[in-house]
């Protein structure tokens, strides 16, 4: 059974207590004061509601006791006042009687508040059925935090967003259903064990705005016209949509054109991605005016037919080493993967960054890492099977590749298990051999897509663990057993730190000849800060472009590399 929220006084009104000379009068006055819970520490406004007229303007007083001043009253009506509190940080805590008068007359309201540690302000207050709602939620005594801190306001309501700006300060933003029940909810944030709640704190308004979509559904890649018609909107030229699912605004559908006839019927035309996200999509309508309202479960995104001319092919055959460097001991990872999937339609994502990168051959060079590029909430590509395993096939060995899903994403990926540097043949040419799937990709031999680099080698000098000590003003020369790189694949060095210049992330580069030894200058190791730094090498190759005999993409290219990571104290 749901509590009584606000504080209800059936009183028969009392003689005032300072004159003892005022009759007392025999009406039955029903009052409710909302919230019923005041913080330490916090200025508020409460409602105080009379069920027959009693307020007058101008002749209405207030008292709350100790710590709790009555800085106003603004009568609204005869019914209805306002009450400008002020709750001293020292307060005492616990209940509160209200003492009231009114033109002569005086009720003293028992326990009609309650002074708290932690509560809770939201504001505005109210909101339309099937708007959107932006309220400020005002703490006293939390400790909120982004990541640990959640917010409720109850059925039909839902908290889109929520916004932690400071311990005791919070921004939410609401989506009303057009079918909310009207009336009080309370409001609740919950950060771990702590959880504040304000009483009948937010209002659903009788008042409705709401609107109808069409189409009802969609396929992934479609283009389809739309129609949109609303309740009580005031849609105009600045009227703009978002699709929405359970992790908020997703842009895998894009509006391509809008046209708002008047302030209750727009049309228009939308582009799902090839990619994007199955299932049912809210409607985000917001009008220049700020009017905003979603439109709940508006569109299903349903998944389109499978495309072979539009699927690509990523693979991939690696070492990786890694030197510890407490103990000197050479940690291996063998990875063998493959992907089948068709590329964003339309496209996602800025494209890549170029930046400038050593020069073969035994030329240095100083280089900033490339910035990160700005984020982009880009759909993932759909994948395909290809049966349950895949493999790569030589002359030496087969390196079978099992299939599997990211339970984040439903990405199908094929990843070789507990592959060993054994696996890994050097100087060999791979065909990829796919077992075949009957609803997707059919049995194919792609000959000599995934090569290896030519040999197997080790740095040899200096030995790069415990913390090796290398002076900045000296040259830095290393060894390592021949590659055989050239001149089919490359040898590449790095040594990555923190650019002196600039504070930024760089390094120290060469693409030194493949003879066995090369130096870096002083000049190049005082362009990083002193500090710890990652000495990295690697070798690489490149396969020809391919494709899938039936795709019209034919430039896939597959490459593979051995590198070795070890650690360094620049000096």
């Known amino acids: 059974m749901r509590h009584a929220p606000l504080a209800l006084i059936l009183l028969a009104a009392c003689p005032k207590a300072d004159t003892g000379d005022t009759a007392p009068d025999e009406a039955i006055v029903s009052f409710a004061v909302h919230p019923a819970l005041l913080g330490q520490g916090v200025r508020v406004e409460a409602d105080l509601t009379a069920a027959a007229p009693t307020f007058a303007f101008g002749q209405t007083y207030a008292t ?28 005492p805590l616990g209940p509160r009687d209200l003492r009231l008068e009114v033109d002569g007359r005086v009720w003293t309201l028992p ?41 409720s306001f109850g059925a039909g309501i839902d908290v889109l967003e929520l916004e932690i700006d400071a311990p005791d300060h919070a921004t939410a933003l609401l989506a009303v259903h057009p079918d909310a029940r009207p009336g009080y909810r309370d409001v609740s944030v919950e950060s771990g064990p702590s959880v504040v709640t304000l009483t009948d704190g937010f209002l659903v308004d009788r008042q409705v705005i709401t609107a109808v979509f069409d189409p009802p559904e969609a396929e992934q890649g479609d283009t389809v016209d739309f129609v949109l018609d609303g309740v009580d909107t005031s849609w105009d030229s600045g009227t703009a949509l978002q699709f929405w699912d359970e992790g908020g605004p997703n842009p895998d559908i894009a509006i391509t054109q809008l046209t708002v006839v008047d302030g209750e019927h727009a049309f228009g035309r939308l582009r799902l991605s090839n990619a994007a996200r199955l299932g049912e999509r809210d409607v985000l309508v ?30 991939g055959l690696d070492v ?23 590329p964003l339609d339309p496209p996602c994502g800025p494209p890549q960054a170029m930046t400038d990168s050593p020069k073969p051959y035994d030329l240095n060079g100083v ?6 590029p700005e984020p982009v909430d880009c759909p993932y590509p759909r994948t395909l099977p290809a049966g349950d395993v895949v493999w790569f096939e030589s002359d030496e060995n087969i390196i079978t590749m099992a299939k599997s899903t990211r339970p984040s994403t439903g990405q199908i990926l094929y990843i070789g298990q ?11 040419t791979y ?52 590659a055989r790189t050239y001149p089919d694949a490359f040898f590449v060095t790095k040594i990555h730190g923190t650019l002196d210049a600039t504070g930024d992330s760089g390094y120290a580069g060469a693409i030194p000849w493949d003879d066995g030894q090369h130096t870096y200058a002083p000049g190049e190791l005082l362009s990083l800060r002193p500090g710890s730094v ?38």
């Open 320 to 342: 990786f080493r890694e030197r510890d460097n407490a103990t000197g001991e050479l940690y291996e990872r063998v990875q063998a993967y493959a992907m089948f999937y068709v």
């Open 367 to 372: 280089f900033p890492d490339p910035p990160e």
């Open 534 to 571: 990652s000495f990295v090498a690697f070798s690489y190759i490149k396969g020809p472009y391919f494709g899938l005999p039936f795709s019209i993409y034919q430039e896939n290219q597959s490459s593979s590399a051995l590198q070795l990571t070890a650690s360094m104290v620049l000096e």
């Open 111 to 151: 326990e009609v508040v309650q002074v708290v540690e932690q509560s809770l302000t939201a504001t505005p207050a109210s909101g339309k059925m099937g708007a959107l709602v932006e309220v400020e939620l005002a703490g006293a005594a939390t400790a909120w935090e982004t990541g640990y801190t959640w917010a």
């Open 418 to 428: 507990n592959l060993l540097l054994s696996d890994y043949r050097f100087g060999q």
């Open 286 to 315: 917001r009008a220049g005016t700020g009017e905003a309202l979603l439109i709940p479960d508006a569109m299903e995104v349903l998944e389109g037919p499978i495309d072979l001319s539009h699927v690509a092919v990523n693979i």
């Open 64 to 91: 709350l006791g100790e710590g709790v001043f009555v800085e106003s009253i603004t009568v609204r009506d005869s019914y209805a006042a306002t009450l400008d509190l002020v709750v001293d940080a020292d307060a």
């Open 431 to 482: 065909d990829l051999h796919t077992q075949g799937d009957p609803a997707a990709i059919p049995e194919v031999l792609l000959e000599g897509v995934q090569p290896t680099v030519p040999a197997d080698w080790h740095i040899q000098t200096p030995e790069l663990w415990g913390d090796r000590r290398v002076p900045r003003a000296e040259p830095f020369s290393y060894s390592w057993s021949p």
